[in-house]
């Protein structure tokens, strides 16, 4: 089975903090994906990643910045969090390979409060 | 930009009655869609992938129609249980996956 992980369930930081937001594949997935959700406003796509060290903007990328140097870890940075920034953080990973269909497979979540 | 529209936004059902879940797309150049479901306050489970070849998917109780030519596609749940109350959510799927709010459900006892 694929697996997902995220660093932390629940976390509380303070407005201004550096926060690193982990997530971990092992399923030797090329593509992997940063997600917000917030109610009303559904899931967004921050950044993703489709190789080692590669990154692409996604819809809401202000405020924040990711780091891949392996290729089962992908980093969500948030270099100095504001308030607005609370939310429930999700990350998912997927193949290129054609036959595994491109299928996202997401982790558990995080949910940031920023204080 | 991809939208992504499900209706209806929620629904409550008695045990046992089968249920019907509606998303439409805007932009019908895809990959594949995905059917997910969530729990309250969890990450979200791939319930069931359809390809952009394929008309649809069933697994179990569940079956997923595809029309890609139109931009939508339907999420059937046979005989539904409590244990199906859940929020599911339909996302297509151009290298990016594009998110509709989800439809509640709630199955009662």
């Known amino acids: 089975d694929v697996k997902v992980t995220q660093s932390s369930r629940y976390l509380v930081k303070r407005t201004g903090e550096k926060v690193f937001l982990e997530c971990v594949q092992d399923?030797?997935?090329?593509?992997m994906f940063w997600y917000r959700q917030d109610p009303g406003l559904g899931l967004r796509l921050i950044y993703f990643s489709y190789d080692v060290k590669m990154k692409e903007k996604g819809d809401i990328p202000e405020g924040y910045s990711v780091s891949r140097e392996k290729k089962e870890r992908f980093s969500l940075i948030l270099e100095s969090a504001s308030t607005n920034q609370t939310s429930m953080y999700l990350c998912?990973?997927?193949?290129?390979?054609?036959?595994?269909?491109?299928?996202?497979?997401f982790g558990p979540g995080t949910r940031l409060t920023v204080l | 930009k991809q939208e992504v529209t499900q209706i209806p936004a929620a629904l409550s059902v008695p045990e046992g009655e089968n249920l019907v879940l509606n998303c439409s797309f805007t932009?019908?150049?895809?990959?594949?869609l995905q059917w997910f479901r969530q729990d309250p306050g969890k990450g979200l489970t791939s319930l069931l992938l359809i390809q952009s070849s394929q008309r649809e998917q069933t697994s179990g109780r569940l079956n997923a129609s595809l029309d890609k030519s139109s931009g939508r596609s339907t999420l059937y749940i046979a005989a539904s249980q409590p244990g199906d109350s859940a929020t599911y959510l339909c996302?297509?799927?151009?290298?990016?996956?594009?998110f509709g709010a989800g439809t509640t459900v709630t199955v009662r006892a």
């Open positions: 998912a990973s997927s193949s290129l390979v054609l036959q595994a269909g491109h299928e996202q497979f």
């Open positions: 996302a297509p799927n151009d290298y990016k996956l594009s």
């Open positions: 932009d019908s150049a895809i990959y594949n």
């Open positions: 399923m030797d997935h090329e593509n």
